[in-house]
């Protein structure tokens, strides 16, 4: 019984190191991928990098700045405890 406890707890653990590494906020609206795309065509904002995040339910960047939604998209976890929150 101990044993399957201690392997649980180190599962939920395993998995809390996994989303603090790769977990960030999860997908972009149609709406705002759009205006951002709109500003990389004119000119006005530059691509984002692509990373490879696993998104979180919940977790969202609040802004109504296309640019800066977009740039957050591409954050993990640990990169928003220091900037963001």
């Excluded at 603090?20 to 006005?44: D, H, I, K, S, W």
């Excluded at 995040?53 to 700045?65: A, E, K, M, Q």
Aim: one cysteine or more; aromatic letters at 10%; charged letters at 15%.
């Amino acid at each position: 019984m101990l044993f399957g406890i201690g392997w649980a707890f180190a599962g939920l653990l395993a998995a809390a190191a996994l989303l603090y590494l790769f977990g960030g906020p999860g997908g972009v609206t149609p709406q705002v991928r759009a205006e951002y795309e709109e500003l990389v065509r004119r000119g006005t904002a530059l691509p984002v990098q692509d990373r490879f995040v696993v998104p979180i339910p919940g977790c969202t960047c609040h802004s109504d700045d296309a640019l800066l939604v977009m740039q957050h998209s591409e954050r993990h976890i640990r990169d928003c405890f220091g900037t963001c929150h």
